[in-house]
């Protein structure tokens, strides 16, 4: 067996599993799920009808790049929301089968493992960085993201010695769990260090288009450094997805895109792990990337959810985020044994924070944190939080 393997931490999910084991929850209450970010509405019917509608092409093998009606689409896209003056859809992007296998296999693609490197992760953070960046052979390095600093990564506070061993640096606006959005300057400062330690930046920006101020859309990386004066996106690369911006997780939908040379090795090495896209899945998707009413109806919908949710909240900390869908609150016990507890008394889900984070000098900055996503309709929201304020009465 692959002994890199020995290194993986349990997903969160399976952590949870563990917890609430042996616990029974209360009888007579529907459960009620807000520990996982699966979006839960509904698919819009013309992306279902374009699927449908074209299944003769499960009949040929699909190109790992992709068909050039979704590159040009995903271009189209990116040009449109982000301003962009130009982005070749033939060598700037490319489609993959959901972002998180792409954020896996960039750090396949970019690690050189004889160089005993690091990969620069933010705390708390998605866990297939980590993933990622074990099973290429790297080791994580986790920067803390500050409540102090509206969660913003202190970036300059990482040592020289780090970022000289630094081959990729994986970043997440808006962010996940925080939902905070990078500014300008904290780019500027990003590829100020990318150009001096030649590192990558894998940006994910799969909750970009989740978003509750329609006149300051969240700063994209490319965006970023367009502005900067870096039109050809030198090592930096970003990866979005259909599943929050259109509802349909199941499809399996994104793309990368950014620097050419990036994506051709990221083509190459895709070609030899086979992830090339169903034909009929990339014309559902490139008619959803040519859409931008349904995401609009989405965002009105997580907006009306926000609204009335945070506060409710506001004795946990709960703040409007700038982006995505969850709620990173404050608990007065430890996180898992308030989750375990809640689950019990309530048959309420949430995620513990600490299972997101890590242990760093600075500590761990889940600790007495959960998450919630608020991607069930309202009423149920509206009811799981009505039992989650029952239970916090009780300290």
């Given at each position: 067996?692959?002994?890199?393997?020995?290194?993986?931490?349990?997903?969160?999910?399976?952590?949870?599993?563990?917890?609430?084991?042996?616990?029974?929850?209360?009888?007579?209450?529907?459960?009620?799920?807000?520990?996982?970010?699966?979006?839960?509405?509904?698919?819009?019917?013309?992306?279902?009808?374009?699927?449908?509608?074209?299944?003769?092409?499960?009949?040929?093998?699909?190109?790992?790049?992709?068909?050039?009606?979704?590159?040009?689409?995903?271009?189209?896209?990116?040009?449109?929301?982000?301003?962009?003056?130009?982005?070749?859809?033939?060598?700037?992007?490319?489609?993959?089968?959901?972002?998180?296998?792409?954020?896996?296999?960039?750090?396949?693609?970019?690690?050189?493992?004889?160089?005993?490197?690091?990969?620069?992760?933010?705390?708390?953070?998605?866990?297939?960085?980590?993933?990622?960046?074990?099973?290429?052979?790297?080791?994580?390095?986790?920067?803390?993201?500050?409540?102090?600093?509206?969660?913003?990564?202190?970036?300059?506070?990482?040592?020289?010695?780090?970022?000289?061993?630094?081959?990729?640096?994986?970043?997440?606006?808006?962010?996940?769990?925080?939902?905070?959005?990078?500014?300008?300057?904290?780019?500027?400062?990003?590829?100020?260090?990318?150009?001096?330690?030649?590192?990558?930046?894998?940006?994910?920006?799969?909750?970009?288009?989740?978003?509750?101020?329609?006149?300051?859309?969240?700063?994209?990386?490319?965006?970023?450094?367009?502005?900067?004066?870096?039109?050809?996106?030198?090592?930096?690369?970003?990866?979005?997805?259909?599943?929050?911006?259109?509802?349909?997780?199941?499809?399996?939908?994104?793309?990368?895109?950014?620097?050419?040379?990036?994506?051709?090795?990221?083509?190459?090495?895709?070609?030899?792990?086979?992830?090339?896209?169903?034909?009929?899945?990339?014309?559902?998707?490139?008619?959803?990337?040519?859409?931008?009413?349904?995401?609009?109806?989405?965002?009105?919908?997580?907006?009306?959810?926000?609204?009335?949710?945070?506060?409710?909240?506001?004795?946990?900390?709960?703040?409007?985020?700038?982006?995505?869908?969850?709620?990173?609150?404050?608990?007065?016990?430890?996180?898992?044994?308030?989750?375990?507890?809640?689950?019990?008394?309530?048959?309420?889900?949430?995620?513990?924070?600490?299972?997101?984070?890590?242990?760093?000098?600075?500590g761990n900055p889940g600790k007495n944190r959960i998450r919630i996503a608020l991607v069930a309709p309202l009423a149920e929201c509206r009811e799981a939080v009505e039992r989650l304020r029952k239970f916090t009465l009780s300290f």
């Amino acid at each position: 067996m692959n002994p890199l393997l020995g290194k993986l931490q349990p997903y969160p999910f399976e952590k949870l599993r563990e917890l609430f084991a042996e616990v029974t929850p209360a009888p007579g209450m529907s459960a009620i799920s807000l520990g996982i970010g699966e979006p839960k509405h509904a698919t819009p019917t013309f992306i279902r009808r374009a699927l449908a509608e074209n299944l003769d092409g499960l009949a040929s093998y699909p190109a790992t790049a992709g068909a050039p009606a979704l590159r040009e689409a995903i271009a189209e896209w990116l040009m449109r929301r982000y301003g962009l003056n130009n982005v070749d859809p033939a060598t700037q992007v490319l489609p993959v089968n959901g972002s998180r296998e792409a954020l896996f296999a960039i750090a396949q693609t970019v690690v050189d493992a004889s160089c005993g490197g690091l990969v620069i992760c933010p705390n708390p953070f998605y866990q297939i960085y980590e993933g990622a960046a074990l099973l290429s052979g790297a080791e994580p390095y986790f920067v803390n993201a500050d409540p102090a600093r509206g969660y913003k990564v202190n970036y300059a506070a990482v040592p020289d010695e780090v970022w000289r061993r630094t081959q990729l640096v994986y970043t997440c606006s808006p962010g996940n769990p925080t939902g905070n959005v990078m500014s300008l300057e904290e780019w500027r400062v990003l590829f100020e260090l990318s150009e001096r330690h030649g590192f990558v930046i894998a940006s994910d920006e799969c909750y970009s288009e989740l978003y509750y101020d329609d006149e300051n859309p969240p700063l994209g990386a490319l965006q970023a450094s367009q502005i900067l004066g870096i039109s050809r996106f030198e090592r930096l690369i970003v990866f979005s997805s259909l599943s929050k911006r259109s509802n349909v997780p199941g499809m399996r939908s994104g793309f990368v895109a950014g620097d050419a040379t990036l994506i051709r090795q990221f083509l190459l090495y895709r070609t030899y792990q086979g992830g090339a896209m169903s034909p009929a899945v990339q014309t559902a998707s490139t008619a959803a990337w040519r859409d931008e009413a349904h995401v609009s109806d989405n965002r009105r919908l997580y907006a009306e959810k926000f609204r009335e949710i945070v506060p409710m909240l506001s004795s946990l900390g709960a703040n409007m985020p700038a982006g995505g869908f969850y709620l990173w609150l404050k608990t007065p016990i430890p996180d898992d044994r308030f989750a375990r507890d809640l689950y019990r008394d309530y048959n309420v889900t949430v995620l513990p924070g600490s299972y997101l984070a890590r242990e760093t000098r600075d500590g761990n900055p889940g600790k007495n944190r959960i998450r919630i996503a608020l991607v069930a309709p309202l009423a149920e929201c509206r009811e799981a939080v009505e039992r989650l304020r029952k239970f916090t009465l009780s300290f």
